[in-house]
């Protein structure tokens, strides 16, 4: 059966009916692309109910902060609820999972500050290419690429975002003016200028977090409405319920009004989002070209100005939605299907890119709403998304009287748990280890300080390095903190794979067994140990290769292995092999190695090689492999 | 001790004696760098006679195959003699293997012509800037890198390289004019200008050929000198043997004989090399900038016009050198340090390009040359320089009457044995393959088609497809197919390791083995194949993870057990591990693994998950781990 349908049927007592295992015919397989198909014909009026107020409260959730995001994108407010829609209705139809909502989000916003100089026209085009690449990546199944990013890198990258927007809002939680976008210099001039600090701005956004604190503190604590509750109890619990989940809704009306109540005595003590365009986004082509007062942006200009963004944009879209979509589908104990989100958020940015959207992903804060407010069905996601169009079409009037400080307050409350403090405890143990290693040794030498290093990070079994070297980067220039994270991890990996361990034991006979497999960038270094280990001996010895951990080899390890035969052949001492798998024994066999010998067993080769009496070898030519083993080469 | 005295003394009668062990201490890592203070306080007057004659022999081959190689790097004749004496000479000193000539060598001439636009400036200055990356990566350390060219790569671009350069040759051969270099563009020329082929140059061509080929056969099958011989024989076999072994310089001479002949007598039926610029080459810095009649090209043009090339010659530069270096090592019984081969090509190029020199690397042809004449130690090398500068300095007048088509046929006759016949019946087999999937599969369509080709490669073993790439990709650039072929290689090699084999046993409770190690990229798709495994049957069951043949584990590879633990529990089953080596084991403990339980063995884990009466599983955290495994991790 389709993973949504179990998805959407598991979790609820009113469970949806299995559909038939999706093959490539075509009731299944489009069963597989529209989910929805899945899990509409059991639609129930209790699943409408719920669906219902998911819907609500994760609008009114959005809707502060698409302002607040995109205020962290650079672009004028207007175009978060622009982008704050799509997602909703094309997840409707394509989604696999009954949580995600897609949407602008906090480290998306920052991307895309970082991509389109605050022009929205570049934005909007980067929505529209980022989904292309997105959508493309889908139909080639190439969602694995997502793998070779590890997670130290993510959390590296996630750690340094995290930090990277919350100080972003501090000069608009302090009112400070004229603050550079630059990290550095963000850092510096709000240190500089915080003499200036407004004190309305500074005493209204600490007062919104608190009460966006003490909201959330509530909403953990609160148990959730039962059926069993006396009526007078269900409906306090139920206010409650909503204020906590609504908080930010509530907060922003609350500063909100306060502003208002100011501008009609004719005193303005905050700093205000300002006018904001009023209306739905007009429905057009995204801007393949832009023209200034003075001249045109070709369509291949506007690309190469944008130029990593292109990459970090959508591959960081899907890591993010995935990794959204996977951990509530655990929690929720559903499965997703990874393609057919690439699909899903691929397609947002392509539609939403015609609405004048700027790239958007799954976002965990409202997915989190989502969840506890108990939705059934993507369904949910139409209400949030009819409700961010009202807004549009009604609201945007009394926008302008939200003041910065406030959504500065939402933004720095919805990142905060996004950050890992972890991080700087595991940086804070390698330093104590190295400081602890210069207390030990004596000597200190910038070798000892690296082998000091190292040996901290073999220990830990934290993949320490890539997770500090994207942090740091990431300050500098997102993508290189990125590509270089993900650079070193797969070096680590090449290195890994290239230097595999080698259990030796020493003896008469020299036993050399390859810790795990045995990929072509290691045959030399296993020929060099082999060698220097056995023939350089006085007088050379034989030795036993056990080939226990290697699946498969290939045709750069088969000359490799002809080579240490015949350099065995030459000491007149022999190279046996022993644990050979079927296929490792298929490809030798085939290639023919001259004087190839194995055994079925260790104890057995080294009886042979210590020329006692006992079982003799097969040799690798077909004639001689024991009879379960020619069966199985046969098969 | 060090390789080098071990290499050098092993082989003779009269061999060195052993220096103590190289450590980071003075002399012996003294000895490591400059390896000539191993075999030079031992030096005999015996090992002198036949360093003489190796050198000599050398060195008669190499003075014509440098005016030959010349001509295929498309620079003037001189420039082939510039480069071949600087490595005999810097090798003396930096040697570790007694075999290896450094030189001007086809395949790196055909890859210079690439690069170099026949200018002499930027041949030179391309020695001297791929000599600097070469002395970096010898100091860094960096020869791993060279693993990762796999043999499939390396024998696609040799033998596109043999092709090019053979067929290059055919022009000259046959005396045809204005055949453009451009490979495809050569071999419809050829052809189409075949019928204007010079007789005169055409005979004599392939005279030298057959010559060529009757004095390799004679070689190959007259015995070497004996003592024991009486004097007549020893004289005769003596004769035989030097006129076999310098056989392109008495094939050249001879065609140049002829060619003199006939320019006395008036009438020239042969193209000759034509005017030599005379005497030694100037000792002077390399050019970093270059004026034309015009302009002046500067420093940073001139690298940018090179390009690709400086990362594909030094590369293949010290792949050749360490390739034959290796080869022979391995041939004649000695270890040869690849690092200090590094260092030994790199001081090479750049010194060589302050005497006009282009880039040079080990020959594997003179290579045998010289192990086949019994050389004893690199002083062989002096010899062979000496003569190089002695043909500069005095022969180059009588150069110009040496014909192109005898030139061609020493080239036509040194790159032959390198052509590797067995890529055709690999080619013709996968061919022969599909035709026969073609009888046996009824409906053929694309996706068969590479079912097939996928099932060749995956039986056959051999890396076909970086071969086919690399071979095809050459003709049209070097570069592109090399790293065609190499990425193809890394990403066959990632998605190995991404995607391990994994080996299942179904049953009341499910057991998965992943083949070979655990990396991170595989993590994700081992919990996707246990998860739809495991818990999407009905009901779900219990599995064992059987870690046998993982090594090592890193950070993602935990955060996505505990995720999958997390699953396990939430359906209320049970995920055991068994088989865990002690470094996974370790990290496991120190990541604390909530509910993670592991078995000695998997019989005892399948026992206690199926709730039979047992032993009971350890617990992953230290008090329960048993007693040895303790021992084990607090060494």
């Known amino acids: 059966?389709?993973?949504?349908?179990?998805?959407?049927?598991?979790?609820?007592?009113?469970?949806?009916?299995?559909?038939?295992?999706?093959?490539?015919?075509?009731?299944?397989?489009?069963?597989?692309?529209?989910?929805?198909?899945?899990?509409?014909?059991?639609?129930?009026?209790?699943?409408?109910?719920?669906?219902?107020?998911?819907?609500?409260?994760?609008?009114?959730?959005?809707?502060?902060?698409?302002?607040?995001?995109?205020e962290v994108a650079g672009l004028p407010p207007q175009y978060g609820l622009y982008s704050a829609f799509m997602g909703c209705f094309v997840y409707f139809f394509l989604g696999t999972s009954r949580d995600v909502t897609l949407g602008p989000t906090a480290i998306m916003s920052l991307l895309v500050s970082f991509y389109t100089f605050h022009e929205p026209a570049y934005a909007v085009l980067l929505a529209f290419l980022s989904g292309c690449i997105q959508l493309a990546m889908g139909f080639l199944r190439l969602?694995?690429?997502?793998?070779?990013?590890?997670?130290?890198?993510?959390?590296?990258?996630?750690?340094?975002?995290?930090?990277?927007?919350?100080?972003?809002?501090?000069?608009?939680?302090?009112?400070?003016?004229?603050?550079?976008?630059?990290?550095?210099?963000?850092?510096?001039?709000?240190?500089?200028?915080?003499?200036d600090t407004r004190v309305g701005?500074?005493?209204?956004?600490?007062?919104?977090?608190?009460?966006?604190?003490?909201?959330?503190?509530?909403?953990?604590?609160?148990?959730?409405?039962?059926?069993?509750?006396?009526?007078?109890?269900?409906?306090?619990?139920?206010?409650?319920w909503t204020a906590t989940t609504a908080r930010n809704a509530l907060v922003v009306s609350f500063a909100a009004l306060v502003a208002y109540s100011f501008e009609v005595t004719g005193?303005?003590?905050?700093?205000?989002?300002?006018?904001?365009?009023?209306?739905?986004?007009?429905?057009?082509?995204?801007?393949?070209?832009?023209?200034?007062?003075?001249?045109?942006?070709?369509?291949?200009?506007?690309?190469?100005?944008?130029?990593?963004?292109?990459?970090?944009?959508?591959?960081?879209?899907?890591?993010?939605?995935?990794?959204?979509?996977?951990?509530?589908?655990?929690?929720?104990?559903?499965?997703?299907?990874?393609?057919?989100?690439?699909?899903?958020?691929?397609?947002?940015?392509?539609?939403?890119?015609?609405?004048?959207?700027?790239?958007?992903?799954?976002?965990?804060?409202?997915?989190?709403?989502?969840?506890?407010?108990?939705?059934?069905?993507?369904a949910g996601g139409l209400v949030t998304g009819v409700l961010v169009l009202l807004a549009l079409d009604y609201l945007t009037a009394l926008f302008r009287y939200i003041p910065k400080s406030a959504l500065a307050a939402v933004i720095i409350m919805a990142v905060a748990p996004l950050f890992d403090a972890g991080i700087f405890r595991t940086l804070w143990r390698v330093k104590s280890t190295c400081v602890l290693a210069r207390h030990t040794h004596a000597p200190r030498t910038l070798p000892t300080v690296f082998r000091d290093l190292r040996g901290t990070v073999a220990a830990g079994g934290l993949d320490l390095l890539p997770l500090c070297v994207t942090f740091m980067l990431c300050f500098w220039e997102v993508q290189y903190g990125i590509l270089a994270g993900t650079?070193?991890?797969?070096?680590?990996?090449?290195?890994?794979?290239?230097?595999?361990?080698?259990?030796?034991?020493?003896?008469?006979?020299?036993?050399?067994?390859?810790?795990?497999?045995?990929?072509?960038?290691?045959?030399?270094?296993?020929?060099?140990?082999?060698?220097?280990?056995?023939?350089?001996?006085?007088?050379?010895?034989?030795?036993?290769?056990?080939?226990?951990?290697?699946?498969?080899?290939?045709?750069?390890?088969?000359?490799?292995?002809?080579?240490?035969?015949?350099?065995?052949?030459r000491h007149g001492v022999t190279l046996a092999f022993v644990g050979l798998q079927v296929p490792v024994l298929r490809v030798l066999l085939s290639a023919d190695l001259k004087g190839a010998q194995y055994f079925s067993t260790l104890e057995e080769a080294e009886k042979y090689l210590r020329q006692e009496p006992g079982p003799q070898p097969y040799n690798a030519s077909e004639a001689s492999v024991p009879e379960h083993k020619v069966a199985l080469l046969k098969a």
Chains 1, 2 share one sequence.
């Open 487 to 569: 650079l070193l991890s797969a070096l680590m990996l090449l290195h890994s794979v290239a230097r595999p361990k080698m259990q030796v034991s020493e003896g008469p006979v020299l036993v050399l067994q390859p810790a795990s497999g045995l990929h072509f960038p290691a045959v030399e270094a296993l020929r060099e140990a082999t060698l220097s280990r056995a023939l350089e001996a006085l007088p050379p010895r034989c030795a036993v290769l056990d080939c226990t951990h290697v699946c498969s080899i290939d045709y750069t390890v088969v000359l490799g292995l002809q080579g240490l035969l015949g350099d065995f052949q």
């Open 1 to 70: 059966m389709p993973a949504s349908v179990k998805a959407l049927g598991q979790a609820r007592p009113s469970g949806a009916s299995m559909a038939p295992q999706a093959r490539c015919c075509s009731p299944a397989a489009l069963q597989r692309r529209l989910p929805i198909l899945a899990w509409l014909p059991d639609y129930s009026l209790e699943w409408l109910k719920l669906d219902f107020i998911a819907g609500l409260s994760v609008g009114l959730t959005v809707i502060p902060q698409a302002l607040a995001y995109a």
């Open 267 to 378: 005193h303005q003590p905050f700093v205000l989002t300002g006018q904001t365009a009023q209306g739905l986004p007009p429905v057009r082509l995204p801007p393949f070209s832009v023209t200034t007062a003075n001249r045109t942006i070709s369509f291949s200009e506007l690309v190469q100005d944008m130029g990593a963004g292109l990459a970090v944009v959508p591959l960081m879209g899907l890591l993010e939605s995935i990794a959204v979509a996977k951990s509530f589908a655990s929690q929720n104990n559903y499965r997703i299907d990874a393609n057919q989100e690439l699909l899903a958020i691929g397609l947002t940015n392509v539609l939403g890119s015609f609405v004048s959207s700027y790239p958007v992903t799954g976002s965990f804060g409202r997915t989190a709403v989502n969840a506890q407010s108990g939705v059934c069905t993507p």
């Open 143 to 195: 969602g694995f690429l997502l793998d070779f990013i590890s997670c130290p890198v993510i959390k590296g990258f996630t750690s340094a975002a995290t930090i990277t927007i919350g100080f972003g809002q501090i000069k608009n939680l302090l009112g400070l003016q004229g603050v550079p976008r630059q990290f550095f210099l963000q850092v510096y001039h709000t240190f500089r200028n915080i003499g």
């Open 201 to 240: 701005d500074a005493v209204l956004g600490l007062v919104c977090m608190v009460l966006l604190l003490v909201l959330k503190l509530m909403r953990d604590h609160v148990p959730p409405v039962h059926p069993e509750m006396p009526p007078g109890v269900r409906l306090s619990h139920g206010l409650v």
